[in-house]
């Protein structure tokens, strides 16, 4: 009797591989949780570690990921964010309730995925302080609040007494934030053919106690994963004015609308609207999701010339500029489109002034969000376009102008809001008025808006507010007032300031699911933008330094309230860049705002160089150096950042 031959046992390595077990690192995690050594989930947008953390989650490969020093210093970075975001959750538990009552609900991650599906969770927020300031309007009756001004010779002007106020601490009482998670089910003939979920967030400051009546219809955010195709987007919307009138459209290439351009310029236009349209107005994308492409550019485009040549030659800059191209093909391209833009402009000066205005405003603002610092092709100025622009404004009579379209809200045309936030902040860069202040002074007075929150994230009160300092400091340029008068006028205009103040806790404009919560952010960029003009104007007092204590103090809770503001390609830092010139011009080699700026500007990337981002990262830079170097000598002088632009030759928009 022969006996089979039997084989060798196989080892558990090959039987593992036999049955398809073999365990293979996956190589499309995202880049954060790859430097960080740790495993990712692929989450869409955005994978739960780095949502969880407060961190960019890049799936696409990252310009510091091929050089081993930026490598070391963006994992510097990483682990400093994880210990203030770990550092933020031990403050927030320890000022939660200690006491959890039985009729507590459970998590949502231990949850059943039904209707009852709900978790609290602890989050950094207060109730609300009612603001004892009413909106006082007349200037020359300052209001009847606190003084914490000394006016003349006190180191404290415009320090109020912050430490006392909840709205400047970061980490006040602790509610309640229920997330209730539904689920549909859809049967065709008894068969299940679809499957829906839906998850709601709602607050509240007493803790449920059991399952409480839902919420009227309007309370809910639903976010059904099968039918809205970008669920890590926005979670609620602003109240907009400009196109609340019409959904937004789905996007449009420019294939899919009549744009009548030479097949040559073709790629040109493409690349506008495909990438550099995307960076011109973050806020009121987030807002109204398309509207400005669908309702703004694209019938411009295919109606306008002068609109049409404009935004070509900025296609051409932003691809020199971030394609690093020094060809004579591509600065022939900028300079051929200017040249036909400005001869389309005189051509149709006297016929459509509509039309000349929207493409003048273009060449003033979409240069904000392209191009270097070092951009040396012959141009023609801002302020020398935008006193055309202001002309025209006023031929057509914008100031007051209101729109009202299918019996929808009145709203301030989208060219005059934009006109004013050019005016506003563009008169800080000159030294001078506003061109429209005093239409902005009879707006503030009357309570009107300019649609400016619902454009560029302040509200209208703050601006008009800069707008006010920007005519003091005009003044006080001129020689117009003298010091008592200027420090009678700043401890006015403080006290003025004091009563834009809302009084509510911050809290974090991005949602724990990653979607902006647009009012939360709008909230958050006035914060920033109310702090940076208190610097400017604590900056106009005479023999003003950064080196005054009240000075300081404001500095740093700038950079406190910028925790609240989310950075990275995505975030929002290029909404920010005069409040972070205001700030970062007053800050000290010593002070936080200058590690939390370099933080942001490397979570930024290579985005952080082009633009007015990356113009006003190159003048501080400049003021840092000239200041630092003085004090180091024992020179006690500002070094005022309008006087290092006109030493440069830097003729900036930083808005």
Known sequence: MVVPKQSPPKSSSANAKENGKMHRRSRSGCFTCRLRRKKCDEGRGQCKACRHLGLTCEYKRPIWWSNAEQRKQMKETIKNII??????????????????????????????????????????????????????????????????????????????????????????????????????????????????????????????HGIEPFPAEEEWIHDGIFENTDIFGTEQE??????????????????????????????????????????????????????????????????NKCYLHCCLSMAAIHLKSTQRRQDEQIDGDIMRHRVECVQALCAAINEDHQQVLEATLGMIFFPCSVGGPDDNLPDIPWHSHFEAASSLVRRLQLPHAMEQID????????????????????????????????????????????????????????????????????????????????????????????????????????????????????????????????????????????????????????STVLDFIPSGPDGFDRSLIWPLLIGGSMSTPESRFRSVLEERITMLGEHSEFGSFGRMVRLLREVWRQADKAEHIGERQNVHWRDVMKQKGWDFLLI
């Open 407 to 558: 019996g929808g809200k009145p709203h301030p045309p989208f060219n005059m809001s934009l006109t004013s936030w050019i005016d506003i902040l563009g008169a800080t860069m000159m030294g001078r008025s506003p061109l429209f202040a005093d239409t902005y002074r009879e707006k503030n007075e009357n309570g009107q808006s300019s649609g400016l929150c619902e454009l560029m994230g302040c509200e209208d009160q703050v601006m008009y507010m800069i707008s006010e300092i920007a005519c003091l400091d005009a003044l006080k340029v001129n020689g117009a007032v003298d010091d008592l008068q200027v420090c009678e006028l700043v401890k006015s205009l403080g006290m003025h300031l004091d009563a834009t103040e809302t009084r509510c806790p911050m809290e974090y404009a991005i949602s724990p699911t990653g979607a902006v919560r647009p009012k939360h952010l709008a909230s958050n960029i006035t914060a920033v933008f109310r702090l940076a003009a208190r610097i400017y104007l604590c900056g106009i007092v005479p023999n003003a330094s950064r080196q005054d204590e009240s000075m300081k103090i404001l500095v740093e809770r700038l």
């Open 238 to 303: 602003q109240e907009c004015d400009f196109f609340a009138y019409a959904p937004p459209p789905p996007l449009a290439s420019s294939h899919s609308v009549h744009i009548d351009v030479d097949e040559s310029d073709r790629p040109l236009l493409d690349h506008f609207i495909d990438n550099v349209l995307r960076l011109t107005l973050p806020i009121l994308e987030v807002n109204r999701p398309g509207s400005a492409r669908s309702s703004v550019v694209l019938p411009a485009l295919s109606t």
């Open 83 to 208: 210990k203030r975001t770990k550092t933020n959750e031990k403050v927030a538990q320890q000022m939660a309730p200690t006491h959890m009552g039985a009729d507590t609900p459970p998590g949502l991650s231990h949850s059943l995925p039904t209707s009852a599906t709900y978790s609290v969770t602890p989050r950094t927020r207060a109730p609300s302080v009612a603001s004892p300031y009413s909106p006082y309007q007349d200037f020359s009756h300052p209001p009847q609040i606190h003084d914490p001004y000394d006016g003349y010779g006190q180191p404290h002007v415009l320090s109020p007494p912050y430490d006392t106020d909840p709205y400047y601490h970061p980490y006040p009482h602790t509610p309640y934030e229920v997330d209730i998670k539904t689920e549909r089910q859809m049967y065709v003939d008894d068969v299940p053919t679809r499957k829906d979920s839906s998850t709601s967030t709602f607050s509240t400051y007493h803790p449920p």
